[in-house]
């Protein structure tokens, strides 16, 4: 069996010059404040527009350097927010599709220079429209060039195509923490759950047709699944199944595991990520279903039952076992959240916390069985991931209190004099109520700029003294989640503060690039 795997990789591209006057783009590869514009993604003009010209002279350089190195780089197209385009290659043997990614990365950051952008990969660049994720669509197949994930013309391929969809049910089941544990990290813990990415929760969308075919094994008795077993065509209630893979709507968007015609599409996966992250926890997932399911099936046959009946009981079985990890619906809803958690879903959202799969007693005997990692191995990369985290957050957080305390607040104060000083004149020219009337609007807004500059200050200097308790911590672990639950909720109040001033602030003064600017200049 080969495993196989096309990335789609989403991007930004940022004019060079504004990128350069951003200090939070520079340092960490997203905005940690910014209002949004006037206009966004509401049009979808981008998505369905031509690509710009300075654009398409940027792709077709770096589509030339791709194929220099061998990199089948094949699709090339706008996505839906301002400025966001996707880069995907031809479908390639997992390991080697994996480094020719990590290789086109790399790539796309220099051959950007020469055009004068500047790439965020990052998974969240900018509030309020879609970020970037990397679909790593994923196959198994056989060394002979059969497709595992293809539904076939002959009743036993077609037994053979709902055997390994069930298995990667059950796989995808029994280690859904893991799975989401496998994509996490500080930048796409601000994509998940936003702006048609996936939610925080892992669930697989099969689509109504392919649903039905599953549905109607999971629900056959006993002598129903021996009258299956015994025909000569399997009869599961469709004429055909190639017709049927492909489902009409677009709710697979939400899912972040979806099954899409002859392969599933694990959308999960952040687009500065590395794929081999999530792809060594499904293989590894999904190879010990497969043992486990081959020696039920084998201990099925040495009974004396037949291949056929055996095969289908335990699938059957497989479909009962991974029926809460079936979700079809919106991804998005509150109900679904309440749902997945009766259902027994892993709907943790803290990223220190979701890292915890890797430990678990399922995971690492998991890991020993199919020869992947030891439990040593396991914990030396979780320390790499809780550090990692720690340190993301740890410089956002410097840079925003710089930002906030350097440049948002002096300029909001020179402002607020402009303002002081007006009022005064007015109610000089006309003293008493008339004076305070003509001046009651700046006034209003003087009493905003205050409370604002007033909040960025005591939260700034929360979040400094959060940051260096967490710091006093020696384990990893605890320090990741002490930065996750005392230092990360200030970015945000911070941010919503600095966004209010930027909506009052005299535009001329203001020192930092705009969205409009940001996503509007090509």
């Keep these: ?121 990052h998974e969240k660049p900018f509030a309020g429209i879609n970020g970037s994720g990397k679909h790593n669509n994923w196959s198994l197949g056989t060394d002979t060039g059969t497709l595992l994930f293809a539904p076939g013309k002959t009743p036993m391929e077609n037994l053979q195509f709902i055997t390994f969809v069930a298995n990667v049910m059950a796989a995808v089941h029994r280690h859904n923490a893991l799975l989401k544990a496998s994509i996490m990290s500080a930048t796409n813990c ?30 056959s008795d006993k002598d129903e699944l021996i009258a299956l077993a015994g025909k000569e065509k399997l009869d599961l209630g469709v004429a055909q199944i190639p017709e049927l893979m492909i489902d009409n709507t677009d709710r697979n968007r939400t899912s972040p595991f979806a099954f899409t015609g002859n392969r599933f599409e694990f959308r999960a996966v952040g687009s500065s990520a590395n794929c081999a992250s999530a792809m060594i926890a499904l293989n590894a997932a999904v190879a010990e279903q497969l043992a486990d399911f081959k020696q039920k099936v084998d201990s099925r046959l040495a009974a004396g039952e037949g291949l056929q009946h055996a095969l289908l009981a335990e699938i059957k079985a497989l479909l009962l076992y991974s029926e809460a990890i079936h979700f079809d619906g919106n991804g998005y ?6 749902e997945a958690a009766r259902r027994g879903l892993d709907c943790e959202t803290n990223p220190a916390l979701i890292f915890d799969a890797y430990l678990r007693p399922s995971s690492i005997e998991m890991f020993r069985k ?19 985290y720690t340190k993301k957050i740890q410089i956002e957080a410097r840079v925003l209190g710089d930002l906030a305390i350097n440049h948002i607040i002096p300029v909001a104060t020179r402002y607020l004099s402009i303002l002081l000083d007006n009022m005064v004149k007015i109610r000089t020219l006309f003293p008493g109520n008339k004076g305070e ?6 006034a209003a807004t003087v009493e905003k700029i205050m409370h604002h500059c007033s909040i960025i200050k005591e939260e700034v200097a929360k979040m400094v003294n959060a940051r260096k308790d967490a710091n006093r911590i020696s384990e990893e672990r605890e320090k990741a989640l002490a930065y996750s639950l005392h230092v990360a909720p200030s970015l945000e109040v911070i941010r919503y503060h600095i966004d209010k001033l930027e909506l009052m602030v005299d535009n001329e003064m203001w020192p930092l690039p705009k969205y409009r600017e940001l996503l509007f200049i090509r």
Excluded at 191 to 216: C, D, H, M, V, Y
Excluded at 437 to 442: I, K, N, P, T, V
């Design 370 to 388: 199919t020869g992947v990692m030891n439990h040593v191995e396991l914990e030396a990369r979780n320390e790499v991931k809780w550090e990692m």
């Design 1 to 121: 069996m080969i495993s196989n795997l096309g990335w789609e990789q989403e991007y930004f591209l940022v004019d060079e010059a504004l990128y350069a006057a951003r200090p939070d783009l520079v340092m960490t590869g997203r905005t940690l404040m910014g209002h949004e514009s006037a206009k966004n993604q509401q049009l979808e003009d981008h998505y369905f527009g031509a690509i710009p010209s300075r654009v398409q002279a940027f792709m077709l350089d770096l589509e030339i350097e791709a194929h220099k190195l061998g990199i089948p780089a094949k699709t090339r197209h706008n996505e839906v927010a301002p400025n966001q385009f996707e880069l995907a290659p031809i479908f390639e043997e997992t390991n080697l599709a994996n480094d020719h990614n990590m290789l086109i990365m790399s790539v796309m950051a220099e051959v950007a220079r020469r055009h004068n952008f500047r790439i965020l990969l």
């Design 333 to 338: 809803s509150d109900e679904w959240k309440e």
């Design 437 to 442: 009337e003509l001046s009651s609007q700046d």
């Design 190 to 219: 601000h994509r998940l759950g936003a702006n048609e990415a996936p939610p925080a929760i892992i669930s697989i969308f099969t689509g109504s047709q392919l649903a039905e075919i599953l549905s109607k094994i999971k629900n």
